[in-house]
């Protein structure tokens, strides 16, 4: 699914999915847009797969694809890649699959999450992007 197409995840019971939503001591670094679990996800840009992650220690099954793409880096949070490092990825090719979360956070709404980050290492609003890219969504995509 184009990742442009999915709703933004609004707040539920683990809290709320825009970009600064409070995190405790941290702000939200992206913003999660809901996804049904095992749904193909499609990159959010063309560019070169440089890492597949893993955002949570002692959660090995849990993952993230970051895509490289001039100076940003555009990186999908709870999807089990079906690409590797070094990949070269079309806008809306497939990264992966995305992973339930009702483990891992019971009570949230079922999202994959999207953070951009400049070569400095740091975060973009995401939201300017996703509202620009809805808007031009053809139906094909
Ligand atoms: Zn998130």
């Known amino acids: 699914m184009n990742l442009f ?5 609004k707040c539920d019971l683990k809290g709320c999915g825009h970009f600064g939503a409070s995190r405790g001591s941290r702000k939200h670094a992206g913003v999660d847009m809901a996804c049904t679990p095992y749904t193909e ?3 959010p840009v063309r560019g070169v797969v440089t890492k597949l992650g893993w955002p949570y220690r002692g959660r090995p099954e849990i ?4 895509v490289n793409a001039g ?3 555009f990186r999908v949070f709870y999807v089990d890649p079906a690409v590797k490092v070094g990949d070269m990825v079309e806008l809306n090719g497939v990264l992966g699959t995305s992973q339930a979360l009702g483990n891992l956070y019971p ?6 999450h999207f953070e951009i980050k400049d070569k400095d290492g740091e975060y973009v609003d995401p939201t300017p992007v996703i509202l620009a890219l809805r808007g031009t969504l053809k139906v094909d995509l």
């Open 107 to 112: 009570g949230i709404t079922e999202h994959v």
């Open 5 to 9: 197409a999915m709703g933004f995840r």
């Open 41 to 43: 996800v499609g990159s």
């Open 71 to 73: 100076d940003y880096f």
């Open 63 to 66: 993952r993230y694809v970051e």
